[in-house]
Structure formats: C-alpha cells, structure tokens
C-alpha cells in the first residue's frame, strides 16, 4: 500500500520465507511472474495473460457479446465498456467513503484500468447518507475519467456500456435510477465538449441529460455476495466434490439458476421509459424486441469448489437496454448471454488461472476500495490529515506532510493522462497525481 498510495509506484511482494517452503518452486515463480505480467500490462505492450473463446462470432472467437462485431462491419468491434464499481465506507457519522471502479480496455477484457475517488457524506442529500447509494458528481467523475481512458485506447467513446454495481442493497436499488441518470450525464457532457457540431437528436426530451440516442446503452446490475443463498447438487453423484475425506459435494463449475428460488425483479426494476417514437415523427428507436421488462435475477457459480460449499454470487439486473435497442449493429444481450458472459469474464482474473467467485471489474475495484481506506484510516490516525474549515464555510480535509505543510492531496489517482489533458499519455496504468476531498456547507 505504501508504495502505491505514498510513492506511486506499483509493487509486488514476494516472501523468501514462502518460496523456500515450496514443493514445487518454479509454480511459485510462475505465479509470481502471473502477478507481475499483469501490474505491467499496458496500452504499448498489449499484454494479456490469456483469453477466452466463446465468443457469437469469428469462429467463436472472443467474449460472447463483448467481442462482437457490427454485422455492416465484421472487421471492426463493436466498442463496449464493462466497468465494476465498488465502495467502501468508514465509520461513524459524516466519515468519508472510497467508491473505486474498475474497466476493462481491450477487446479480451484482459487489460484494465482503475480508479478511487473520496466521497463525503455531507456533500449528499440527507436521504442518501448513511447509504450504499454513489453521489452523482463524484459517479459522473469516475464514469468520465473511465471513458476518457477508454478513448485512450480506442481513440473513440464505447458505443454500449455494461455495469457490475457492488455494494447496493435491496433497499438501495431505487437509487439505481439516479446512478444511471448520473452516467449518461457524464457522456451527454464529453460528448457536447469534445464534439463541435454534437447535437442530440431527441433534443426535446434529452435537455441536456443524455438520453438513448446520444449515449451508449447501458445495462445495469447489481452484484450481491452478502446472502444466505448456497447451491447444493440433488444427488452426489451429479456434484464435484471438494479435497479431503469429509470435503462437501458442490455443483459444478458455471451452474446458473435463474428460475423458481430467484425473486421476481420487476417490481425492482429501474423505469424504462422510451424517450422519442418507435415510429412515425420524430426519432425512432431500432429494437431488437419489445419487451415489457428487461429486468430479472440469477445466481451464478462461476468457481469449481475445492475447499468447503461453493456460495454463488446474486446478479440482480436492474436495466438492459442492450436487450432492447439496437444501435450499434450487433446482437441482443439476452438472459442467456448475459449469463454466459458474466461466467466467461470470471475467468479472467489476471493474478489466478482459475475462475474467481465474482467478475474481475468487482474483485479489482472492491480490493482497491479496502485499501484506499486502509490507507486513508491510517493517514487519519496518524495525523496526518486534518479537518479544517475554509473561507467559504466549505469543510476540507487536509493532509499534513512530515515538513508541516498542508495540502489537499490525500489519494493518487490512477489516469494514464493529465486530468488537464487528455491527450498527455503516460505509459502505463499506474497511480500517478492525487485526489482531494472537500465537503459542502453543511
């Protein structure tokens, strides 16, 4: 953590007393260098561990949906950002909360980038404190410097969108709607200032908010780990069982309910309306079907279960507009893809050859929030940071250095570009710069 919150270097740490215990010594290397190979993969090497095929097109090439092609278009792709989003919130009233997110860049979903951003409660309205819910300007900050990052690489803005949403409560998911609203606002604003002649043609209904027709379609989902739900074979012999004599039976690898014990999620869903016309005046809407909800639920077990009963993970769909709208070309991302798709990013967890209980985007951004506030918590109990006041009657938090000068840096951020431009490139996806937080009035 010190080297990358405090010196912006990326680590990696091997422990010589853990090598020297090991059987087989070069697996120990190999992982090692797995963790490493990772850490340094960047935009100029295009390094990637493996991939993973499976995928509806190219000979079955690829990630199913993510890596497809337009069908006008079969030597292109179809730019897509999946991002995993994840919080971590301190304790006590009025304590700062650590929402990081994670995308994937390439067309593999091998290559990532991250990012954390603080959030204070004051800055929110009084009905979203001591909740899971993300404010909208830090949400539109995170969703921004993503799809900036993302540019980066594809020197274009993703034309769909697929959110893994960690952290968000049942009672929570009505709030989704406004994190939503947030997202196409972050794109609605990149588009109109970096476009000249931008313009949304549903401009009537859009003002100014984003809307279907300028922004990329969004489909959104809600990952729970915290559930008293466990799959369990019938029968023994239709399971796998885990190592040692009195190891539990569990399902296999990739087993999907979504049907009987899930509950119904329509009357969860987050409202779909159609802005502009299906036809006739106006701007239309090409449909792949029309559908009087696109919302529902499953449970998936990505991982094999070696060591006691496997716990699946609840994927709660709150909005999939790329079930509905066609706009880019491609295919449907229908019930059955989405979970195949969902298995198949579970694989590629760039540290580990085998499947990981959650997608990547969650485990990477969940695992960077805890450290952030680690790091933060530790800055606070050191003394380290302080809370002042400023002329405007603002709180800030201010970071005390060892010379006694105070600033309002206290976490790196992680942008491979200058925040003031874009167009600055750096190498690599590495910590670099640092990010502030400030508290309305209040």
Known sequence: MVASFEFSVTSQVAVETNYKKQKNKDQYCAAIALKLNGKLSNTWNCGRAWTVNGGNNNNGAGLVWYSESP???????????VVGLSMARGQGQGALTVVAATACMDKHAMQTCSTIKIQDENSMSLEDRNTSVIAKAVLMEIISEMACQFRVYHRGYPQRLLVYRDGLSDGNFPAAASEIDAIRQAFYNLRSSSEASFQCVNAEECKGKGCKFCTPTITFISCQND?????????????????????????????????????????????????????????????????????????????????????????????????????????????????????????????????????????????????????????????????????????????????????????????????NDPQDTRPAFRPCGLICAKAKKG
């Open 71 to 81: 069908k006008a278009q079969p030597t292109q792709w179809i730019r897509t950002l």
């Open 227 to 419: 559930h008293g739900i466990k799959l369990v074979p019938k029968d023994d012999s239709q399971g796998v069982r885990g190592r040692g004599n009195r190891a539990p039976t569990n399902v296999h690898s990739g087993t999907v309910v979504d049907h009987t014990i899930v509950e119904g999620m329509q009357n969860l869903a987050v409202e779909n309306d159609d802005e502009g016309s299906v036809s006739g005046a106006g701007p239309n809407l090409p449909l792949f079907a029309r559908i009087e909800t696109s919302s529902y639920d499953f449970l998936l077990t990505p991982q094999g279960g070696l060591k006691g009963t496997s716990k699946p993970v609840y994927y709660r769909v709150l909005l999939n507009e790329n079930d509905i709208y066609d706009f880019s070309g491609g295919t449907r991302l229908d019930r059955d893809s989405l979970e195949a798709l969902t298995y198949q990013l579970s694989f590629l967890y760039s540290t580990a050859t085998k499947a990981t209980r959650s997608v990547p985007v969650v485990h990477y951004s969940s695992s960077l929030a805890n450290q952030a506030m680690g790091w933060l918590g530790h800055l606070v109990h050191s003394g380290k940071v302080t809370c002042e006041r400023n002329e405007d009657g603002e709180t800030e938090f201010l970071r005390v250095d060892s010379a006694g000068i105070q600033s309002k840096q206290l976490l790196p951020g992680f942008a491979p570009y200058d925040p």
